[in-house]
């Protein structure tokens, strides 16, 4: 049984899965039952790295999606628009989706579930987070039976690349990031990557299928790496840390029918210790931890043609093989619930305020006897709890840094101690202020 593919998008991804559809040796035997039949593509002239015979390509996405001769459409042409629109009109014709675009799914993820469902129909998405990483069937199937009590991901390859380099060499923000553009990790405009918008796409997917629940994109609170100043790095470095960019989804206690939620994008450091602190380069790594599984950790390249292609085809391959089973029934054959991953329960993120971490913080103040009292005196009044302080020497004249790292703390008491702090006379300025596992 042959089965048509029609590919929306022919740039990194969508030549990464032309080149593994054109050679079926080798790989399972599904791979050679599928056809690539229609392409769309931006312009018909540009040079690509995949050799496709002219008639397969076509300047109309719509006549690609509309093809008869296409059972499954595959979208890898990224952005909201018109690729949402796409998809929709995919479902509407009773065709099986298999996206990459993780911006799509971030917010407009219930919207093309639920005509998926109306319609019988699958949208997959395993290229949408962790590029060759399987991260997404893991949660809607393999830890099913697990109560997700968190999950904590480096997902952005580029700020991970640069993190990473800073760390190694001690070379500021801004050099590290024209490298990364010269090299091609980081685009001209890298701002969804270092203002971590990017991370939060992923982190909104992950979550709502780790608690059952979609979870509002527009709600998490992101912050990137951007303003990092490399001394905090090279701080953290002295006192047993790495820092990330970490994507963290956290279940909070309810006693609501509701599923609390505590989802966030921050530079964060990390103990040397922890799974996700040797995380280096452009790599990507997704922490689950779950009861009764305890932790799972999954690691491998997070973007690029290969990889990202490499879960696009699998998706494709899902099913494929569900059509071949049921005789290419389409949209007769009932769907698989933990394949198709529909919500099963509301999700509802709560107030930083409630929240609890631990803190880094970075202080500019007079090198004078007593300011190291006054600060411990603010937290606690303030109850907040320190685990260790220490004061840098600096270059200024009459000038300290002082570096804080606190006990885990309610994120209101924290607040309330760095105002205090803030109104110190000693106190120059706060010059940083990080998460801390």
Not at 214 to 226: F, K, L, S
Not at 275 to 302: R, S, T
Not at 325 to 351: F, I, K, M, N
Request: glycine share 10%; aromatic share 4%.
């Amino acid at each position: 049984m042959t089965i048509g593919i029609g590919l929306l998008g022919l740039g990194t991804v969508g030549a990464g899965v032309a080149a593994i559809l054109a050679t079926p040796a080798g790989r399972h035997p599904l791979v050679g039952e599928l056809e690539l039949r229609r392409v769309a593509v931006r312009d018909l002239n540009r040079p690509r790295t995949v050799e496709l015979a002219a008639e397969l390509l076509s300047t109309d996405p719509e006549a690609v999606v509309d093809d008869p001769a296409v059972d499954i459409v595959v979208e890898v042409m990224g952005g909201l628009e018109p690729a949402r629109s796409l998809i929709l009109r995919a479902i509407a014709a009773g065709k099986p989706v298999v996206t990459a675009n993780k911006a799509v799914i971030a917010r407009y993820g219930e919207e093309i579930a639920a005509a998926a469902a109306r319609s019988g129909v699958y949208v997959l998405i395993e290229a949408a987070v962790g590029g060759g990483i399987p991260i997404i069937e893991p949660l809607k199937q393999s830890l099913g039976a697990n109560r997700i009590q968190r999950v904590s991901g480096i997902i952005n390859g580029t700020t991970n690349y640069i993190l990473s380099r800073m760390a190694a060499e001690g070379a500021a923000y801004p050099d590290v990031l024209a490298d990364a553009q010269r090299l091609g990790y980081a685009e001209a405009d890298p701002a969804a990557d270092v203002q971590g918008g990017d991370a939060a796409d992923k982190i909104a997917i992950l979550a709502g299928l780790a608690y059952g629940g979609p979870v509002p994109r527009e709600a998490i609170p992101i912050e990137g790496i951007d303003q990092l100043d490399a001394r905090d790095i090279a701080y953290a470095e002295q006192l047993g840390y790495v820092v990330k960019l970490l994507a963290v989804a956290q279940a909070m206690p309810s006693e609501q029918a509701v599923q609390l939620l505590d989802v966030r994008v921050h530079p964060t450091l990390l103990p040397k210790a922890h799974p996700l602190a040797g995380v280096n380069g452009v790599n990507n790594a997704i922490l689950v931890e779950g009861d009764p599984v305890g932790q799972v950790m999954f690691y491998g390249p997070g973007a690029g043609a290969g990889p990202t292609a490499s879960a696009v085809v699998a998706d494709i391959l899902n099913i494929a093989g569900i059509r071949q089973a049921t005789g290419g029934r389409g949209t007769q054959a009932p769907l698989d619930p933990l394949l198709a991953a529909g919500s099963w329960r509301d999700c509802q993120l709560v107030e930083s305020a409630v929240t609890s971490h631990r803190n880094y913080l970075r202080l500019r103040t007079s090198d004078r006897a007593g300011v190291i009292g006054a600060i411990g005196t603010c937290f606690g009044e303030a109850g907040v709890s320190i685990q260790s302080i220490v004061q840098f020497e600096t270059q200024s004249a009459g000038g300290a840094e002082i570096v804080v790292i606190t006990h885990e703390v309610c994120e209101a008491n924290f607040r309330q101690a760095l105002a205090a702090i803030e109104a110190l006379t000693d106190v120059q300025a706060v010059a940083a202020c990080l998460r801390t596992l």
